[in-house]
């Protein structure tokens, strides 16, 4: 049931308005095409406007940027240059979210997506975000599901150093721009603590 849903999805062209182009790689042409295998493409981090977070974690990045997004992202990593500075120790309590706008009309539709990854934040970047973890914070992500996963304080560097943000549990998405803030959140629902926010730019392009 789920495998021809899936397949529906990736067959029709979505509704008016809202196709985008992607490449066929067996055709070597363009398709029409709604939501399917992605690669994230990142633009530059900012910190949030609102100034809702603690800035415990915070990112001190240049994101390097294709030339051409639909295809130099098949074959090359996005690289990272400068400095993430952790305060506290990060382990397996609280959550991390990501909540994505999407374009329509010239104007940006707040929290079309929102995802809450709630088995602590340590572990939630290892389940979401492997690659990060490893090159940034020097985990092992595999080891980090299934044990004690904690980022220790300090200051990460980076010089132009390879990531891969694939997203291993969200195989599937719809194709198109979204803008997106990524938090930390310590303590509960009722009383929480933003330790970490920062917006960027996602472009989720075709997987060839």
């Known amino acids: 049931m789920l495998r021809a849903l899936l ?20 055709a070597a042409k363009w ?18 406007l609102d100034k809702k977070s603690e800035d415990l974690v915070k990112l001190n990045v240049k994101v390097s940027q294709h030339r051409n997004r639909q295809i130099d992202s098949q074959t090359q990593l996005q690289k990272i240059t400068g400095n993430v500075t952790v305060a506290v120790p990060i382990g397996n309590k609280g959550w991390m979210y990501m909540k994505g706008a999407s ?40 080891k ?5 996963c904690v ?17 291993p549990r969200l195989p599937v998405f719809q194709y198109g721009t979204w803008r997106t803030e990524i938090g930390f959140v310590l303590g509960t629902e009722a009383k929480p603590r933003n330790i970490m926010c920062f917006m960027t730019d996602i472009y989720t392009v075709p997987k060839l």
Not at 11 to 17: D, Q, R, V
Not at 31 to 48: E, K, M, R
């Open 151 to 167: 980022i220790p304080p300090g200051v990460y560097l980076a010089d132009e150093t390879p990531v891969n943000f694939t997203v």
């Open 144 to 148: 980090a599901r299934h044990s004690a």
């Open 103 to 142: 374009r329509s009309n010239n104007q940006w539709k707040e929290n079309a997506h929102v995802l809450k990854f709630s088995n602590g934040i340590c572990r939630a970047m290892a389940e979401n975000l492997p690659d990060f973890l490893r090159q940034i914070y020097k985990i092992d992500p595999d």
């Open 31 to 48: 398709i029409n095409s709604f939501a399917g295998p992605f690669i994230p493409v990142v633009g530059q981090f900012t910190d949030c």
């Open 7 to 26: 397949l529906a999805v990736l067959l029709w062209g979505g509704p008016p308005g809202r196709r985008q182009g992607s490449y066929s790689a067996s």
